[in-house]
């Protein structure tokens, strides 16, 4: 649950040239930085991948593999189930007496119910939900009824690898730090993120192919431009799920670059680029990344 939100595409508005200037001919969704001493390979995910296209790009296997640690958005070989779920009651329920109808309006009830029901899911589960994680709830439906699953994300591969190797993972934010920036958006702003759920539903496969298609062929300027057509006039989510969370993170990323190992990084492509996207926070910062091929 905590991950999905940031599969949802925003607004990526950036100098793409300066972003693309050292990349390959066949190029990859992974970059190399270079410390003083070691190495940050910065690589975008995709966090659902379909079983028949999991397997990985081979710069993402060359990077684990020149690697010490690994770290994610969140550290997923931590991160207890349980406790996500206890989570999600705690700051994504209704409060007490609220109810969903009358807070979504009949026809937008409606809208839920039959997205809902059409996913194999009845409406009555969502009736104790916020906005924010019904519009999560049926996107995850979605993906799921189209053969994108977590379970095959490029997190979860890796990890599960990690474990296996016995290499160390972490992560660069809390579960409150990634699902709070919802949690506190206005209820206009919930209800107006529900309504662009609920209406693109049914063109998710079409752009969730196209998207596949751009991160495996390192395509950043498409991956922007697929990214950024539906979110760009929505700076209410921008701001929270990515600017705020690129700002936390970077320097925990620079910290890294001070490290005598190597390390890979993790994190969903819309933050790589954009305004205020990490390689561009990054270059300013002085550090050169160069996207392998």
């Known amino acids: 649950m905590g991950r999905a939100k940031a599969r949802w595409p925003v607004a990526l508005v950036c100098l793409l040239g300066s972003l693309t200037a050292h990349a390959a001919a066949a190029a990859s969704a992974v970059w190399a930085i270079h410390g003083a001493h070691g190495t940050v390979y910065l690589a975008g995910s995709i966090h659902l991948l379909p079983a028949q296209d999991a397997t990985l790009p081979a710069a993402f296997d060359r990077a684990y593999a020149d690697s010490s640690k690994l770290v994610m958005e969140l550290d997923l070989g931590k991160l207890d189930p349980l406790e996500a779920a206890g989570w999600m009651v705690a700051h994504g329920s209704l409060p007490p007496g609220v109810s969903l109808r009358a807070l979504l309006g009949e026809s937008r009830y409606a809208r839920v119910s039959a997205a809902a029901e059409a996913r194999g899911l009845p409406a009555a589960v969502f009736d104790t939900q916020a906005p924010w994680v019904i519009g999560i709830e049926l996107a995850d439906l979605e993906y799921l009824r189209l053969g994108f699953d977590p379970q095959n994300g490029v997190e979860e591969q890796l990890v599960r690898r990690a474990q296996a190797d016995h290499k160390p993972t972490a992560g660069l934010e809390t579960l409150d730090e990634e699902l709070g920036g919802l949690e ?65 993170w970077l320097p925990k990323i620079e910290q890294l670059l001070k490290a005598q190992d190597n390390s890979l990084v993790v994190v969903g492509s819309l933050h790589l680029v954009g305004d205020g996207g990490l390689l561009e926070l990054l270059r300013k910062d002085g550090y050169t990344a160069t996207q392998l091929d």
């Open 184 to 248: 506190a958006l206005p209820r206009a702003e919930q209800l107006r993120l529900l309504d662009q759920t609920l209406a693109e539903l049914d063109e998710s496969a079409d752009d969730l192919r196209a998207v596949l298609d751009a991160w495996r062929h390192g395509d950043v300027t498409r991956l922007a431009a697929l990214l950024s057509r539906e979110y760009h006039d929505f700076p209410a989510l921008y701001a929270p799920l990515v600017t705020a969370r690129n700002q936390r």
